[in-house]
């Protein structure tokens, strides 16, 4: 009995929501079909009914192919070979010789292996251009007599539009009036609001937080940051789709090699001798040549593999970014949510006086609990307690002031509030990469809270152990330079690159690449174009942003960094058994090819050979399910 060798995967892929079970998906039933069909046969060989069984061999036969022979074919007409073409040519030559059986027994099982890798990867995920509603469907602009509401679809550059608080900005711009902070952690991941005044560009996505803006118009309304954004994943995701799998890689070779083979022999025996015998010989030599064993045991052992990974949180997606994962030395990483924890917290607090840490986290508390700023929380969080406080108003783009018990308090940026006494101390807090808050009392500096997104305690040891395997680390992130290179020295990552915008990180991307396999991990829409663009894209984290699931490879379903030396350590595990099965694979062609080429072995002897090699490889290949 022969086994399968060749088909091109299905494509079947839920775009969004769950994947369907299996017994609605028919990448999964025909292959299902043609197993029963190929099996109850049998049976019926065994008890004597020959027609019936061949009827049903016939059955499982074209079921079977026909999850792979139309895509060979068609990737032939495209001048492409693959596996799948030397495995269809395999089959006929089995029925023409009256092996029926074993065509069938090939069909089915190549296409279950095929149909069990494509399944094991069929992930949901968010979509791409999910990420283009962060764009309002309409904008307010500024008119000679007034203000209008537009479609964002109509904005033009030069326009001036009016961003209220609360609102999203429609497309890029440069702030000409008003100051605020902006939540941009939709569109860059960082967690820290960015304040903004005139002259400070921004970009479309981000959401105004506190003072209205009127902003300038750089780009029009479909042709900004975020749009560009989707076009920089798509082209890079469909360069990526072009790279071929190890296995078709070796088919491109072995399949034109066999055919002018078998075709050399047919013509030359034909000529020299008996035609039916060397015609015959001809098609043993094609099904002498069939790698099997190659086509069954490389996506079983991918099963296998990515099957055991999901268990300890890794999601690979598909198996040419498995094959990937194991060749990876170096690797990019982004700083917010993926380095850090992405939830700021207060990490100093500096006081003058005799003012002491919990009163200065306490005033500042009070006043902080009326807003939904992520520095508000972190101060929150730190604070003893959380007095009330009265009279509490926004004063839009600065910061607040209130009364708490008695005393006049005020807390906000050291860009507007004085630091008095405390100013040199609150410029290296900044120098380490921390948002400053001021807090006055009675119109007077007393304190100054530092809050910061802390590095994740295991990033340390996790680059060192990367290190220890010869994978270095480079850092990209749109955060300041300051803030980047003080994370970046605490986790031990000597290569940073700071102030980098989607389009940056992705060109980051092809410079490392230049000198090898990179992998990118990142969690933000920001880091989409990168996780595409990169040999193997890796989504952190199940809460991370839709493009950047889709855009990856590989998801890691928790935040723990931790998972990233262990994953590398399967991958890599499971791409030596790959190379052992398709050593063993062409080992196998290697000495059938003659021996079928001068009569010593026919057709049932070859058949036999491959059985017991693919039993060896489909072995080896369930090793990959250990994950230790």
Request: hydrophobic fraction near 50%; proline fraction near 5%.
């Amino acid at each position: 009995m022969s086994t399968a060798c060749g088909c091109e995967p299905a494509a079947a892929v839920e775009t969004a929501g769950a994947a369907r079970p299996w017994w609605r998906d028919p990448g999964i039933m025909l292959p299902v079909l043609s197993g029963a069909a190929f099996l109850t046969g049998l049976i019926l060989t065994w008890t004597g009914a020959a027609t019936p069984a061949l009827v049903l061999f016939w059955i499982g036969l074209l079921v079977g192919a026909s999850t792979f022979t139309p895509g060979a074919i068609g990737r032939l007409l495209q001048g492409k070979l693959g596996i799948g073409l030397l495995m269809t040519i395999s089959a006929i030559g089995a029925v023409i010789l009256g092996y029926v059986e074993e065509a069938a027994a090939l069909a089915f099982l190549y296409s279950i292996a095929e149909a069990l890798e494509d399944r094991a990867m069929d992930r949901a995920r968010g979509g791409l251009r999910a990420l283009l509603k962060l764009v309002p469907e309409t904008a307010t602009i500024r008119r000679d007599h007034g203000s209008a509401e537009v479609a964002v679809k109509d904005l033009g550059v030069g326009q001036r539009l009016l961003v209220r608080p609360g609102e999203r900005i429609a497309t890029d711009g440069i702030v000409r009036a008003g100051r605020s902070s902006l939540d941009t952690s939709a569109i860059t991941g960082e967690s820290i609001p960015v304040e903004v005044e005139p002259g400070t560009a921004v970009s479309a996505g981000a959401i105004n937080t506190t003072g209205a803006l009127e902003v300038e118009t750089t780009a029009a309304g479909i042709d900004n940051s975020l749009t560009t954004i989707v076009e920089l994943v798509e082209r890079a995701q469909n360069e990526k789709g072009e790279r071929a799998r190890l296995a078709d890689r070796i088919a491109r070779p072995l399949v034109p090699g066999v055919l002018i083979l078998a075709l050399l022999v047919a013509v030359i025996g034909s000529w020299f001798g008996d035609p039916d015998l060397w015609i015959t010989r001809a098609l043993v030599v094609l099904v002498a040549a069939s790698p099997c064993a190659l086509a069954i045991s490389v996506p079983l052992t991918v099963v296998a593999a990515i099957g055991s990974a999901s268990e300890f949180g890794v999601i690979i997606k598909s198996g040419a970014a498995f094959e990937r994962f194991g060749l990876v030395r170096h690797v990019a990483v982004d700083k917010t949510g993926t380095l850090t924890r992405n939830r700021p917290a207060v990490a100093a607090v500096l006081t003058a006086g005799d003012v002491s840490r919990a009163q200065a986290l306490e005033w500042a508390a009070a006043l902080e609990q009326h807003s939904s700023h992520p520095l508000a929380a972190a101060i929150l969080d730190a604070a003893p307690s959380t007095p009330a406080a009265e009279q509490v108003t926004e004063l839009p783009g600065h910061g607040l002031e209130g009364v708490v018990d008695g005393a006049r308090i005020t807390v906000g940026s050291p860009r507007w509030f004085d630091p008095g006494t405390l100013g040199n101390r609150v410029a290296d807090l900044e120098h380490e990469g921390m948002t400053v808050v001021i807090v006055h009392r009675h119109g007077l500096p007393v304190a100054a809270i530092g809050v910061r997104d802390e590095l994740r305690p295991e990033v340390p040891d996790v680059v060192r152990t990367l290190a220890e395997r010869g994978i270095g680390m480079t850092m990209l992130t749109g955060d300041n330079a300051r803030t980047a290179r003080t994370l970046a020295s605490q986790a031990g990552i000597g290569d940073v690159r700071s102030q980098l915008r989607p389009e940056d990180k992705a060109a980051a991307i092809g410079e490392l690449a230049a000198h090898g396999s990179v992998a990118m991990i990142g969690d933000g829409i920001n880091d989409a174009p990168a996780l595409a663009a990169a040999d193997v894209g890796i989504a952190m984290g199940a809460t991370g942003s839709d493009a950047a699931i889709e855009s990856a490879d590989i998801a890691f379903t928790g935040h723990d960094l931790r998972l990233l030396p262990r994953a590398f350590d399967h991958a890599r595990r499971a791409r030596r058994i790959i190379h052992q099965n398709i050593v063993l694979s062409l080992l196998i062609i290697t000495i059938l090819l003659p021996l079928a080429l001068f009569g010593v072995l026919g057709l049932a002897a070859v058949v036999l050979v491959h059985e017991v090699a693919e039993v060896i490889v489909i072995l080896n290949a369930l090793r990959a399910a250990r994950t230790s």
